[in-house]
């Protein structure tokens, strides 16, 4: 497709459950990053990846979370022992190149956490 | 060091003014600043975007006003329309390729 395509749109899972949110970027682009938006705020950084491998994952929150793109592509946001806390929309972005801010944004995950 | 404060947090304007969002940041080796412009439902979606060797950017009925001095750099909207009505979030970028967000500013252009 033309744009970052991220499945799911909406996750409804329980508390302790384990989720991954998928994301296709970009054909191309090289470079490729997760995103937190909590509501009413803007995004926190989660995870970059430069190719296949994560060049800064400092916006982990915690060792629950674990993201990978192992064929420099297509890249999964892995949850495990889901909190209540974690619900939020998480935003997949990639960009031609990493030495710019030209990222091209999917349009989401929603998680809700019950 | 890393935050972007932006400001202010919601903003009604009628068609035609001229809304101005704020921000500021503090560290020094942030070298790319965007804008981007978000609707409901929607991922952000780049606007318009500067780099601190220039004072100001238009691209169309929006500019980027640029204070490096002051650590400092604004959005200005001419001839708002209703369509603009959007979320819309600065940002940064430093050496470790990273966008910092701000809070962001929810705008409404009144018809």
């Known amino acids: 497709g033309a744009g970052v395509s991220q499945t799911p749109s909406n996750k409804v899972t329980e508390k302790g459950k384990y989720v991954e949110l998928r994301c296709d970027p970009i054909?191309?682009?090289?470079?490729l990053y997760w995103y937190r938006q909590s509501l009413g705020q803007g995004p926190e950084f989660l995870i970059y990846?430069?190719?296949?491998?994560?060049?800064?994952d400092s916006g982990l929150p915690n060792d629950r979370f674990f993201a990978v793109r192992p064929e420099g592509s297509v890249s999964t946001l892995k949850i495990q022992r889901t909190e209540r806390g974690d619900s939020a929309m998480y935003l997949c972005?990639?960009?031609?190149?990493?030495?710019?801010?030209?990222?091209?944004f999917g349009e989401g995950s929603r998680l809700t956490v019950l | 060091q890393q935050q972007v404060k932006q400001s202010p947090q919601s903003l009604i304007v009628q068609k035609g003014g001229i809304p101005i969002i704020n921000c500021a940041y503090e560290n020094t080796a942030f070298d790319y600043f965007p804008w981007y412009q978000q609707f409901p439902g929607k991922g952000p979606a780049l606007l318009i975007a500067?780099?601190?060797?220039?004072s100001e950017k238009k691209e169309g009925r929006f500019t980027i006003s640029f204070n490096k001095s002051a650590k400092q750099f604004s959005l200005h909207i001419m001839d708002s329309q209703p369509g603009d009505s959007a979320t819309y979030f600065c940002a940064a970028q430093g050496s470790a390729r990273q966008l910092t967000f701000g809070s962001g500013t929810q705008l409404t252009v009144l018809p």
């Open positions: 500067i780099r601190p060797d220039v």
């Open positions: 990846f430069q190719g296949t491998g994560a060049a800064d």
């Open positions: 054909s191309g682009h090289t470079a």
């Open positions: 972005a990639s960009s031609l190149f990493s030495n710019t801010g030209e990222l091209f």
